[in-house]
Structures are given as C-alpha cells and as structure tokens.
C-alpha cells in the first residue's frame, strides 16, 4: 500500500476546521497539521501576498480523489494548490498508523 502527503493551502481557518472535521469523521485522512505562512503568488498577472494556512494531511494514496472532492466542496479560492507528495518511512508501524484505520 503507498501513501501521501497532501498540501492544501487556506485563508480562512472556519474553512479549515470544516475540512478537517469531514476528512477526520470520514477516515479519509489519518491526521492533519496546519502551519501559518506568510504566502505570496501571481494570479491573473498579479502579485499578491496574505497569511494562510498550509494543511499537511497524511492519507492513502488510493483516497487521493475522494480527499479533493471534499476540499472542494469547502474552500473558497476559484483555484487552490492541492499538492500531492509520496509518504516514505523507515518506520513500518508510522506508515500503518498513517492508514487512518
């Protein structure tokens, strides 16, 4: 079994909690942790900075579709990142613990 780990990142923490709640209750996600950042991009061919959050979520990779349809159905930018990493470890009981069962 592989997995992954998914970065989304957020400007609105009621966003947020909301995503973590759906993803916990619905054990597609082993765990979460969100992170400030001082963020700055180009959109439409313009400069902008604000404070996110950056959400590291840990998950099967099979789970990797029905983790984005759910943040979808949440967050508010018309465009978000939704990173996708692969999760390796010399720690065999990390990576069972990572199933999120």
């Known amino acids: 079994m592989k997995y992954v ?7 609105n923490y009621e966003e947020i909690n909301l995503t973590k709640e759906k993803l916990l209750k619905e054990k597609l996600v082993a765990s979460l942790q969100v992170i400030v950042s001082d963020s700055t991009w180009n959109y ?3 400069l902008e900075s604000d404070k996110e959050y950056l959400v590291f979520m840990k ?8 983790v984005y349809d ?6 508010s930018y018309e465009v978000f990142e939704f990173a996708v990493f692969p999760l390796t470890s010399p720690s065999n009981d990390y990576l069972k613990c990572t199933n999120g069962n």
């Open 5 to 11: 780990m998914i970065e989304v990142a957020f400007n």
């Open 44 to 46: 439409k061919e313009e």
């Open 59 to 66: 998950t099967k990779e099979s789970l990797i579709k029905e």
């Open 70 to 75: 759910v943040v979808k159905t949440v967050h």
